[in-house]
């Protein structure tokens, strides 16, 4: 696989402040910086979180973050995000095909 940008990884996402659950990253959140954008009726907040614990984001101020974000870096558990899923549910998706792939089977 090229490099990627954690951007637009589907399990790179903010924390929700009404479930503290990571939370889908809308375009205003990865593009802008606004971290306290409003998804699924509520605010975000903090920085990026990955949810394989691949990269770690540094707790800085705002456009550094969306810069390291945007970055383009090589990465192993990458998987293109999907709008309107958030990192756990790109996982389940990933779970599902591993669970009907003949090779997981064999295992």
Known sequence: ???VRCAD???CGPRSRLTNNL???NEAYLREA???AIVN????YGG?????SL??????HQPSMVAEMNQERECSGFLQRLIGRTP???QEMVDRILRHSPDWRRQ
């Open 41 to 44: 009726g509520g605010p975000l």
């Open 9 to 11: 990884c589907g399990f």
């Open 1 to 3: 696989m090229g490099k």
């Open 34 to 36: 606004n971290f306290g």
């Open 88 to 90: 756990k549910e790109h």
């Open 23 to 25: 939370d889908e990253a």
């Open 48 to 52: 990026p979180i990955c949810a394989k």
């Open 55 to 60: 990269i770690s984001f540094p707790a800085s």
